[in-house]
């Protein structure tokens, strides 16, 4: 779903970056335990019964070592939710209280 009153200007996608938290993004899908600096769970894509699927949140990055996906934060939730990238960024920015920019 292209939104197209959004303008996604490099500070804005930027903004949205540096407020997404890829955990909790990870955590509303599955369940996460820490696992030293990591957190680890069962991969949101495929059904598992062995945690496979690893969130690193200092470098803002998810891997699943079962079904190969991985990406940062907003690709998680572009996987996940089947949003497009601006719909993506949208539903960040609001979800995290960044300001939208839009066209005239």
């Not at 019964?49 to 990406?71: H, I, M, N, R, W």
Request: hydrophobic share 40%.
């Amino acid at each position: 779903m292209a939104l197209s009153h959004l303008q996604l200007n490099p500070q804005f996608v930027q903004a949205v970056r540096d407020a997404v938290d890829i955990v909790d993004i990870a955590g509303a899908h599955t369940k996460l335990q820490r696992a030293g600096r990591k957190w680890r769970g069962l991969c949101p894509f495929p059904k598992e019964k062995t945690p496979s699927f690893q969130v690193d949140a200092e470098q803002g990055l998810y891997y699943c070592f079962g079904c190969g996906k991985g990406g940062d934060a907003i690709g998680l939730h572009m996987e996940l939710t089947g949003d497009d990238f601006p719909a993506a960024m949208e539903t960040l920015a609001q979800r995290y209280g960044i300001a939208i920019p839009v066209s005239a």
